[in-house]
């Protein structure tokens, strides 16, 4: 607790003349509160003599602390939102910038719903916690030293019924709260598994629809409901459990406390106005004691909540950039793959040993079988991953030491799925370039060919591509891919098989336009179809991640090899290659 306690308050204390300012502020504000109760001890005593002057004074001091009160409490709250804010905004945008920093195998596994739901509740925890804590807890333990003192100064039994009440309290409630914040966890479980799937179905629900899975989907959410509903239920009967014990030993508190109020009056150790000051704060602070029960209780949920929300930043980032990183200037674009060995974690080696040059302005094309490697390369390549051996150089700099920014800036890449923001035409287009201008988008849109149907729409290219891009077809996805890829004109050029959601005429136009723009571009293709490679410079085929064989089209078939066996069974059609 005392980390996620550390990180807490190292963001409030970001704004330290607003964190100081405000307890200060809080402090007074909650002398004058008590104050104002203890006044009463005055007005009533000033009955008896009757003194209509004293009876003034008392209540013109009672009405100017009340009204001192109401001030302090409004500034006070107003200087601690300053830093409540400021820090709730710093950790969410630290934790999204962190999230971007985290390596690609960490976006790859991770599920999204269950992420946007620990998210949520951690964004929601964070602001509530410095309330719980830095607003109420702080109020509620200023009056716990206060009453004390006063009741100190009027018998010392009532502080030690006060103190033992308070003691008992919160051992019985610390002892609760530690399992409540264990089932806080198990709920926060099944609640993040619940989202996942929901956010699956809504993003996958053309799949549910296409398999008529509804009935099992729903069927799916109610089974984890029912874990759900176990997890809240265990949650709940926590609370129920401290309500008891805290109601029960509050009353038992007032009541010794007024016992003995009663006892000394009686004796006139104790005046009428000072039992009614007696009984004015027996009747707030105890219901204030069994509100401490439940301050402690909402901090073990933020605490809950918090836990993973933090853990984010401490996620490390494995892929990292040199201290001094190199800069590359008047960019070839040579790329060489040097002995370069690779596997994901924890499985066997997907690439062995590759040694592969490639020359500025070289197109090569990678083929083979689903597995032979060829994504895995060009993830390589954007350093989505880091070789295990051998190394990948850029004009012959190590891509390691180089800025992850400046790599990536380098290359353009059209993936075989694109994804798009839910976002008009022209912000997907210009995405790769900040400063792009409409007349730029345009031209890129043309070159991909896609002008002429963007114009045809209603807000053209303001118009929403919707959630993945999901308004627009296959072809018209990857289309607008090419055009994103164009406009920020990269000096090195991956596709992923470009073209192999268009129909045969967008196809044509699109190579066209393809080999147009990567004229003098170093470019690497990843071939699904062999139909689109006819033209390149050179043709790599790998095979359980090896090069087994490389050479242009009419070469590698006279060879009577993979390639030949390949296009043999292709036959111009699509291999079927997920890779």
Do not use: C
């Given at each position: 607790?005392?980390?996620?306690?550390?990180?807490?308050?190292?963001?409030?204390?970001?704004?330290?003349?607003?964190?100081?300012?405000?307890?200060?502020?809080?402090?007074?504000?909650?002398?004058?509160?008590?104050?104002?109760?203890?006044?009463?001890?005055?007005?009533?005593?000033?009955?008896?003599?009757?003194?209509?002057?004293?009876?003034?004074?008392?209540?013109?001091?009672?009405?100017?602390?009340?009204?001192?009160?109401?001030?302090?409490?409004?500034?006070?709250?107003?200087?601690?939102?300053?830093?409540?804010?400021?820090?709730?905004?710093?950790?969410?945008?630290?934790?999204?910038?962190?999230?971007?920093?985290?390596?690609?195998?960490?976006?790859?596994?991770?599920?999204?719903?269950?992420?946007?739901?620990?998210?949520?509740?951690?964004?929601?925890?964070?602001?509530?916690?410095?309330?719980?804590?830095?607003?109420?807890?702080?109020?509620?333990?200023?009056?716990?030293?206060?009453?004390?003192?006063?009741?100190?100064?009027?018998?010392?039994?009532?502080?030690?019924?006060?103190?033992?009440?308070?003691?008992?309290?919160?051992?019985?409630?610390?002892?609760?709260?530690?399992?409540?914040?264990?089932?806080?966890?198990?709920?926060?479980?099944?609640?993040?598994?619940?989202?996942?799937?929901?956010?699956?179905?809504?993003?996958?629900?053309?799949?549910?629809?296409y398999f008529a899975k509804e009935e099992q989907e729903v069927n799916r959410v109610k089974k984890q409901y029912k874990k759900w509903h176990k997890a809240v239920w265990g949650y709940a009967n926590t609370f129920r459990m401290i309500d008891i014990v805290t109601g029960a030993l509050s009353i038992?508190?007032?009541?010794?406390?007024?016992?003995?109020?009663?006892?000394?009056?009686?004796?006139?150790?104790?005046?009428?106005?000072?039992?009614?000051?007696?009984?004015?704060?027996?009747?707030?602070?105890?219901?204030?004691?069994?509100?401490?029960?439940?301050?402690?209780?909402?901090?073990?949920?933020?605490?809950?909540?918090?836990?993973?929300?933090?853990?984010?930043?401490?996620?490390?980032?494995?892929?990292?950039?040199?201290?001094?990183?190199?800069?590359?200037?008047?960019?070839?674009?040579?790329?060489?793959?040097?002995?370069?060995?690779?596997?994901?974690?924890?499985?066997?080696?997907?690439?062995?040993?590759?040694?592969?040059?490639?020359?500025?302005?070289?197109?090569?094309?990678?083929?083979?079988?689903?597995?032979?490697?060829?994504?895995?390369?060009?993830?390589?390549?954007?350093?989505?991953?880091?070789?295990?051996?051998?190394?990948?150089?850029?004009?012959?700099?190590?891509?390691?030491?180089?800025?992850?920014?400046?790599?990536?800036?380098?290359?353009?890449?059209?993936?075989?799925?694109?994804?798009?923001?839910?976002?008009?035409?022209?912000?997907?287009?210009?995405?790769?370039?900040?400063?792009?201008?409409?007349?730029?988008?345009?031209?890129?849109?043309?070159?991909?060919?896609?002008?002429?149907?963007?114009?045809?729409?209603?807000?053209?290219?303001?118009?929403?591509?919707?959630?993945?891009?999901?308004?627009?077809?296959?072809?018209?996805?990857?289309?607008?891919?090419?055009?994103?890829?164009?406009?920020?004109?990269?000096?090195?050029?991956?596709?992923?098989?470009?073209?192999?959601?268009?129909?045969?005429?967008?196809?044509?136009?699109?190579?066209?336009?393809?080999?147009?723009?990567?004229?003098?571009?170093?470019?690497?293709?990843?071939?699904?179809?062999?139909?689109?490679?006819?033209?390149?410079?050179?043709?790599?085929?790998?095979?359980?991640?090896?090069?087994?064989?490389?050479?242009?089209?009419?070469?590698?078939?006279?060879?009577?090899?993979?390639?030949?066996?390949?296009?043999?069974?292709?036959?111009?059609?699509?291999?079927?290659?997920?890779?």
């Amino acid at each position: 607790m005392l980390k996620i306690l550390r990180i807490f308050y190292r963001y409030n204390l970001r704004y330290p003349y607003a964190f100081v300012a405000g307890a200060i502020i809080l402090v007074l504000s909650r002398v004058a509160a008590n104050a104002a109760t203890y006044q009463f001890r005055f007005l009533v005593d000033s009955l008896q003599p009757f003194s209509i002057d004293l009876l003034v004074q008392a209540l013109g001091v009672y009405i100017a602390i009340r009204v001192a009160n109401v001030i302090l409490e409004t500034i006070a709250d107003t200087v601690n939102d300053i830093y409540f804010i400021n820090s709730a905004r710093d950790v969410r945008t630290d934790i999204f910038a962190h999230l971007h920093k985290l390596d690609y195998a960490y976006h790859a596994t991770k599920r999204s719903g269950s992420l946007i739901s620990a998210m949520k509740r951690g964004d929601s925890a964070f602001f509530s916690m410095n309330i719980e804590i830095n607003r109420n807890l702080v109020r509620l333990f200023i009056n716990f030293i206060i009453v004390s003192a006063i009741f100190w100064t009027l018998n010392p039994k009532m502080l030690a019924v006060v103190v033992v009440i308070v003691f008992v309290n919160l051992l019985t409630t610390m002892w609760l709260v530690r399992r409540n914040i264990s089932r806080r966890s198990v709920l926060n479980a099944e609640e993040d598994t619940l989202s996942g799937i929901i956010v699956d179905n809504m993003i996958n629900y053309e799949t549910v629809k296409y398999f008529a899975k509804e009935e099992q989907e729903v069927n799916r959410v109610k089974k984890q409901y029912k874990k759900w509903h176990k997890a809240v239920w265990g949650y709940a009967n926590t609370f129920r459990m401290i309500d008891i014990v805290t109601g029960a030993l509050s009353i038992t508190g007032a009541g010794l406390v007024l016992l003995i109020a009663l006892q000394e009056t009686a004796a006139g150790g104790l005046s009428i106005g000072e039992f009614v000051v007696v009984t004015g704060f027996v009747t707030t602070f105890f219901p204030n004691l069994e509100d401490v029960v439940w301050r402690f209780r909402e901090i073990a949920k933020h605490y809950s909540d918090l836990e993973r929300y933090l853990g984010i930043l401490d996620v490390p980032v494995e892929i990292t950039e040199t201290d001094k990183p190199a800069v590359l200037r008047n960019v070839t674009g040579a790329v060489s793959f040097n002995s370069v060995s690779f596997a994901y974690k924890g499985r066997d080696r997907v690439i062995h040993d590759i040694d592969l040059q490639i020359k500025p302005g070289e197109t090569v094309a990678l083929v083979g079988s689903s597995g032979a490697g060829k994504s895995t390369l060009t993830k390589l390549l954007m350093r989505f991953y880091d070789v295990i051996s051998g190394s990948i150089t850029i004009d012959g700099i190590d891509i390691r030491d180089m800025k992850k920014h400046d790599l990536r800036s380098l290359i353009g890449i059209v993936p075989q799925e694109p994804v798009l923001f839910n976002e008009s035409i022209a912000y997907n287009i210009a995405y790769a370039r900040d400063d792009a201008s409409l007349e730029q988008v345009r031209a890129a849109a043309e070159i991909a060919h896609l002008d002429e149907f963007i114009m045809q729409l209603p807000e053209g290219y303001e118009t929403e591509v919707g959630e993945r891009g999901i308004k627009l077809s296959g072809g018209q996805k990857q289309r607008l891919a090419i055009a994103r890829m164009f406009i920020e004109d990269p000096e090195i050029i991956i596709f992923d098989e470009a073209t192999s959601q268009l129909d045969s005429e967008s196809e044509k136009l699109i190579q066209n336009a393809f080999w147009k723009v990567s004229a003098g571009r170093t470019t690497i293709i990843i071939a699904h179809r062999l139909s689109t490679i006819l033209r390149a410079d050179r043709i790599i085929v790998l095979d359980n991640g090896s090069i087994a064989e490389q050479g242009t089209h009419a070469q590698l078939l006279e060879r009577n090899g993979i390639y030949k066996r390949l296009w043999n069974i292709q036959q111009g059609e699509f291999i079927n290659d997920l890779d």
